[in-house]
C-alpha cells in the first residue's frame, strides 16, 4: 500500500479554515492536533492567573490573549501559544492584529509559556529555535509532569 504524504498547506488557509479552533497548530505546512489534558488546562490557567495579577500589580500595558497564533514570517508555521504575554503599546504595528488575532513580531511579546504534554519535542526543541529567532525576550517551558526531563 502506498501512502501519500500530507496536504500541506498555507499559513492564510490555516487561519482561514482554523484559526477560531484551539485544537490545532500549523508547523512546516502540516496541521497538527494539539489534546490538552485536563491537568494541562489547570496549569495554563494557573500560569495566566498569576501572571494578569502582577500585570495589575506593576500596571504595565500588557495582556493575555485567550486565543492568538504566532505566525513565523517565511515558513508555513501559526504555534498557538498556552500563555502569551502582549505588549498592547507594539500592538499598533502588527498587520494582522486589528482583523485577526495573529502576531508576527517578537517586540509585541515579552513571554511565552508553553505547557508540556504530549508534545514535548515541539516545546523543547522546535519551539525554542523558532521564537528565539522571531525575537522572543522570554520563553518558559513548563514541564509539570517531567515529560522532556525523562524523555529529552
Not at 44 to 57: A, M, P, T, Y
Not at 122 to 134: G, M, P, T
Request: proline share 7%; with cysteine.
Amino acid at each position: 500500500m502506498v501512502q501519500s504524504p500530507p496536504k500541506l498547506i498555507t499559513v492564510d488557509e490555516f487561519i482561514t479554515n482554523y484559526g477560531d479552533s484551539d485544537c490545532y497548530e500549523l508547523i512546516d505546512g502540516e496541521l497538527t492536533e494539539m489534546e490538552p489534558t485536563g491537568p494541562h488546562e489547570q496549569v495554563s490557567g494557573f500560569l495566566g492567573r498569576k501572571l494578569n495579577v502582577e500585570i495589575d500589580r506593576l500596571d504595565l500595558p500588557y495582556l493575555i490573549p485567550p486565543r492568538c497564533l504566532i505566525k513565523l514570517l517565511g515558513t508555513a508555521t501559526a504555534f498557538r501559544p498556552d500563555v502569551l504575554v502582549l505588549d498592547q503599546t507594539r500592538l499598533i504595528n502588527e498587520p494582522l492584529w486589528q482583523q485577526e488575532p495573529v502576531i508576527t513580531s517578537g517586540s509585541s511579546i515579552k513571554l511565552i509559556a508553553e505547557v508540556v504534554s504530549t508534545n514535548w519535542q515541539n516545546d523543547y526543541a522546535r519551539k525554542v529555535e523558532d521564537y528565539a529567532l522571531l525575537g522572543v525576550p522570554e520563553y518558559w517551558i513548563v514541564d509539570y509532569l517531567g515529560i522532556g526531563g525523562r524523555e529529552y
